[in-house]
């Protein structure tokens, strides 16, 4: 994973609560093998609507993505992460989010940003009065900042999600330095599994 | 000291590492694999040079893609017909059991694993499916992960981990005849709302619960991701026990009773706290209808169509008004009013031998309303087989219903089995969302025998409304 200081750009509202991962990504494009090429995807049924908000040109080429309650519901799907990517967002902002969508998002870099609903209203408010306004999401200091506005707030994030954006670190490396202790772990609980069991019938 | 609840013992078994300032490295006992969420995953091990640590500890089936035509007809799309193929060839490289379509053992990855009983008590359960919650019945620590995630425990067997809050949802008293686990699970996420469980593992208790099948109790944990939680669990009894007696992957004699007695301990402690508690009355439920696109969008079929009047936001009012407009619904209509185009009996929510046998129950005899496409898609072969000794296959033929092979099919259409844009549909599934079941399709989940009923009345009805 490439590591992620800070993101800035133009942010978009979507606006709408239980945004789940079928919407981000519906099912069809979930046939294909690779990683990359979902951008084409994201939001596909709702991009066919000429005023949905990212078919605006006003918001093109934007980086941030503002959603509201519960963003990222449902499945399991991190080609929903994939998808948001690849089109070119590479943080959501939103007061709430679906617990596997943000854990995935983790473990791909894209920036998760939780604020509080009052909070992002003002970011909302900020961004369709000017568009343009340019948004910084800075994963050291955890602020969310309008720097022409002179407008900012503080977000969390739980310090290895943000230690691995940072950094950029590969998480099955770092459960392999447990090695030992999972070895030791299966030497306890040794024996023939369900799985052996059935395959040898 | 207090007690400790059923996930903080199944949590704390199942520690490898607590590394200072990190999560805690759980080991993962059982890694369920399908074709969806894996192939990038396998492909990550081979960029790295790595292997699958525990082939043994690892089940894969195809379920998502597959066409529910006989296994003689050929995949006609090529693209989900592809990701068919790469499955059977990262698990033939990594040396994964595959139950391929067709395969005797084939079907819902989550059907399966209980029914041949690799998924058994005290494990820690995952799949790249968010409806891995489903094993929670058996007291299980189940849940979906992300395809990182699915590389992560195919190289490492462990998954590093938070500890989640606890919720339990004690549903008191006895359902209703005619009211089943759908409707009960229904009516908690309507009361829990889609984020209500986010952050924690709810735990399932109280009369109606334990008074439930295995099978009720997997339709009941299937759901719990649509209240935001990523595990439901239920407390083992005989039920459980006897469940798993003799099924393939279950130890026999001795053993099994050894495997019983260590079992049973899966319960809470009788002093153990919950973060949140909520409290049901399972004699006040009855049938239950979503009306939206959100499984807590959902009303008494005795009920009528929300208004955005009835809101208490302006987000909320939005979001009725929304749905309201996606679903072609009028407020104040009532749903027995409501006609289906389409009937879907399948899912792995609701496609087990006791929810066809329901099923088969109302539509026996009586035959599917005009113009309205019914089809049954039994969750597995195992199922499928099981059905058609008891002649259920003839049941639904005879009313007019398809009987299809196993699949995940129409809840999520990867395959074929899709709604055409404005078609609504009846469906015991688990998901409501725009475009969930092909894009423009109207989805109402209901319970196998609200499905059954609606099929043979052409609208939304409860199985005594449908005369012979």
């Not at chain 1, 908000?53 to 519901?73: D, K, M, Q, S, Y």
């Not at chain 2, 409707?183 to 735990?203: K, N």
């Not at chain 2, 005879?398 to 099919?409: D, L, T």
Request: charged share 25%.
């Amino acid at each position: 994973m490439r590591p992620v200081h800070v993101v800035e750009g133009r942010a978009v509202p979507l606006g709408r609560n239980d945004v789940d991962t079928d919407q981000i990504i519906p099912s069809e494009w979930l046939k294909r093998v690779e990683r990359t090429g979902f951008g084409r995807g994201l939001f596909s049924e709702w991009r066919d609507d000429p005023d949905f908000v990212l078919n605006r040109p006003e918001h093109a080429g934007a980086t941030i993505l503002l959603g509201a309650e519960r963003f990222g519901t449902g499945s399991s799907r991190e080609h929903a992460v994939w998808a948001l990517l690849d089109y070119g967002f590479e943080a959501v902002v939103a007061s709430s989010f679906g617990d596997i969508f943000a854990n995935n998002a983790g473990k791909q870099g894209l920036v998760i940003v939780r604020l509080e609903a009052g909070a992002l209203a003002e970011l909302v408010a900020l961004v369709t009065g000017d568009p343009a306004r340019h948004v910084v999401i800075d994963v050291e200091r955890l602020l969310v900042e309008v720097p022409d506005a002179a407008w900012h707030h503080a977000f969390d994030l739980d310090p290895m999600t943000r230690e691995r954006l940072l950094e950029g670190w590969d998480d099955i490396g770092l459960s392999l330095r447990h090695e030992a202790e999972i070895t030791a772990y299966e030497d306890r609980h040794a024996g023939e599994t369900p799985v052996a069991r059935l395959a040898a019938r | 000291m207090a007690g400790r609840t059923l996930y903080d013992k199944l949590f704390d078994e199942h520690v490898v590492a607590t590394p200072s300032g990190e999560p805690t490295l759980l080991y993962i006992d059982l890694h369920l694999v399908h074709e969806v969420t894996s192939p990038q995953a396998f492909d990550g091990l081979r960029l790295n040079g790595r292997r699958v640590r525990r082939p043994d500890r690892t089940l894969a089936t195809a379920d998502h893609n597959v066409p529910t035509d006989p296994p003689s007809v050929p995949v006609a799309d090529p693209v989900s017909r592809r990701q068919l193929e790469v499955l059977e060839e990262n698990c033939a490289e990594f040396g994964v059991t595959l139950y391929p379509r067709g395969d005797a053992n084939q079907g819902i990855v989550h059907v399966i694993g209980p029914e041949l009983g690799v998924s058994q008590p005290g494990m820690t359960i995952v799949c790249g499916d968010s409806h891995t919650s489903t094993h929670g019945a058996l007291g299980a620590l189940a849940f979906g992960i992300g395809t990182s995630e699915v590389e992560h425990v195919l190289a490492t067997q462990t998954l590093p981990q938070q500890r989640a809050r606890t919720m339990a949802v004690t549903v008191e008293g006895r359902l209703a005849p005619g009211v089943g686990a759908k409707d009960l699970v229904l009516a908690i996420i309507g009361r829990l709302g889609t984020g209500g469980g986010a952050g924690h593992v709810i735990e399932y208790r109280g009369e109606a619960i334990r008074d439930l099948s295995m099978e009720g109790r997997m339709t009941v944990c299937n759901m719990s991701i649509e209240a935001g939680a990523r595990a439901g669990l239920i407390a083992v009894d005989e039920t459980t026990i006897e469940y798993l007696r003799g099924r393939p992957g279950v130890p026999e004699g001795a053993a099994f009773d050894e495997a019983a007695a260590r079992w049973r301990t899966y319960v809470s402690d009788d002093d153990a706290a919950f973060d949140v508690e909520v409290v049901i009355d399972a004699s006040a439920l009855s049938p239950r209808v979503t009306w939206g696109t959100n499984p807590a969008q959902v009303v008494p079929l005795d009920g009528v169509v929300p208004s955005p009047e009835d809101a208490g936001s302006p987000e909320e009012r939005d979001a009725i008004e929304r749905a309201l407009a996606y679903m072609g619904l009028t407020p104040g209509t009532p749903l027995r009013e409501v006609g289906v185009d389409v009937v879907f009996i399948g899912s792995c929510t609701n496609s087990r031998l006791e929810d066809l046998r329901a099923a088969a129950a109302v539509v026996e005899g009586r035959t599917v309303a005009p113009g309205v496409r019914a089809l049954v898609v039994p969750g597995s072969h195992r199922v499928k087989a099981a059905a058609e000794a008891e002649g259920l296959d003839r049941v639904f033929a005879a009313a007019g219903f398809e009987w299809r092979e196993p699949g995940c099919s129409m809840c999520l259409g990867m395959n074929p089995d899709q709604l055409r844009p404005g078609q609504r549909c009846a469906s015991t599934s688990n998901r409501n969302f725009e475009g969930r079941q092909g894009r423009g399709g109207r989805t109402h989940l209901v319970s196998p025998a609200v499905a059954a009923a609606t099929a043979v009345a052409g609208r939304f009805a409860a199985p005594a409304e449908v005369a012979p």
